[in-house]
């Protein structure tokens, strides 16, 4: 198992603010994806990220894969309340066709 | 507009039951998963499918089986259900080959053995 710890696990802001979320692990990944899943649904893919180093940008989410391609950042700029979710990472085995998980953020913005 | 549909959204059952989950995709996905989604714990991976009859553990499939006879349907196996088995439980689909494609979701069965 290759495991994925983010944080923090909760977050609760006010609208307008900025946040980092952060994935981290000890394994190094041939990609990483962004997910976020909102209440009574499956997750929804938000981006994928797979050279180490990449920064992609989606409208105010700033994604970034570290380096070593073991971490990876995602970054909200002028939070809405429509963020508000559970924002999971999951990095891909070798193969390419398996994803591990990570513990997950769970977003509030406050209006 | 892709789709995975799980059979139930909510089910309760009884400890010692059989339990099948359900989960159909209309995007001739080769691959397919199941995953359980606990709170702190992200989700986990209990079983995945390549290919129809094709099956690979994951990381947590102790006290769970999987049938995939067709290559749209992915069924999930509770022999006996146990308490520590109520969980929320995800499908997913994404197509085959060593690229990271996209995982598509279903909705959730959210299951409680009593």
């Known amino acids: 198992t290759q495991l994925l710890e983010q944080s923090p696990q909760f977050l609760s802001i006010q609208e307008g603010e900025n946040l980092t979320v952060y994935c981290n692990s000890s394994s190094v990944f041939s990609s990483l994806q962004w997910y976020r899943q909102e209440p009574g649904e499956g997750p929804v893919l938000l981006v994928t990220v797979v050279t180490g180093g990449e920064v992609k940008k989606l409208k105010r989410l700033t994604f970034q894969f570290g380096d070593a391609r073991k971490d990876s950042s995602l970054h909200i700029t002028a939070a809405q309340p429509g963020d508000t979710g559970l924002y999971l990472c999951?990095?891909?085995?070798?193969?390419?066709?398996?994803?591990?998980f990570g513990t997950g953020t769970s977003l509030t913005v406050i209006p | 507009d892709v789709k995975v549909t799980q059979s139930s959204r909510y089910l309760v059952k009884r400890t010692g039951e059989k339990v099948f989950l359900e989960c159909v995709q209309d995007?001739?996905?080769?691959?397919m998963f199941w995953y359980r989604q606990d709170p702190g714990l992200g989700l986990r991976l209990i079983y995945f499918s390549y290919d129809v009859k094709m099956k690979e553990k994951g990381d947590i499939p102790e006290g769970y089986s999987v049938s995939r006879e067709k290559k749209e349907r992915f069924s999930l196996i509770l022999e006996s259900a146990s308490t520590n088995q109520t969980s929320m439980y995800l499908c997913?689909?994404?197509?085959?080959?060593?690229?990271?494609?996209?995982?598509?979701f279903g909705p959730g069965t959210r299951l409680t053995v009593t």
């Open positions: 995007m001739d996905h080769e691959n």
């Open positions: 997913a689909s994404s197509l085959g080959g060593s690229l990271p494609y996209e995982q598509y």
């Open positions: 999951a990095g891909a085995s070798d193969t390419g066709n398996q994803f591990y």
